[in-house]
């Protein structure tokens, strides 16, 4: 798998982007008001800036191979959590900088650090959205400090933790 698996996935979820249990809005499964509070701080648009696997960091677009089968990858991804619990990832080129368009649609929800995202539309654009089938929610810890949004996969297929740091707008 590639991390433009995980961009994929976050956005199969990230790619995108689970963005499965689906709790409306800012939801999250946490008690209380810092729950509640955190996944208000997600609402919003992201880009893509760099990707982490086995200590090897990479700036978007970029790859980085961790083994002779695996590699880690971004393009350039911008990602909206919005306020009524919708995803969406609009890709604008590949892992290379070549132009490449590819949009993903679903929810997202967090509980605690947990952000799940379950991605059920992808497409080239708005206009040519096709369900996906089956869904599959991905969940990736998450965490945000200043206007840096960090995410971490823990995908045993993988075999190794991603992270992909996004920058607010």
Same mark, same amino acid.
Do not use: H
């Given at each position: ?141 998450? $965490?945000? $400090? ?24």
């Amino acid at each position: 798998m590639q991390t433009g698996i995980l961009i994929t996935s976050f956005k199969q979820a990230l790619f995108a982007l689970g963005l499965a249990v689906l709790l409306a809005a800012c939801g999250g499964g946490g008690s209380g008001g810092g729950s509640m509070r955190l996944a208000s701080d997600l609402v919003g648009t992201w880009d893509s800036v760099e990707v982490e696997a086995m200590g090897m960091i990479q700036s978007c677009p970029g790859e980085t191979v961790v083994s002779p089968t695996e590699s880690v990858s971004c393009g350039t991804t911008a990602v909206s959590f919005n306020a009524d619990g919708t995803y969406v990832a609009v890709d604008t080129t590949d892992e290379l900088g070549n132009p490449f368009n590819e949009r993903t649609e679903g929810t997202w929800s967090v509980s605690g650090n947990m952000l799940t995202i379950t991605e059920t539309m992808q497409g080239p654009d708005a206009a040519n959205l096709v369900p996906i089938s089956p869904l599959d929610p991905i969940t990736l810890t998450w $965490s945000i $400090s200043a206007n840096r949004l960090t995410t971490t996969l823990n995908d045993p297929q993988i075999g190794t933790p991603v992270t992909l740091r996004l920058q607010k707008r």
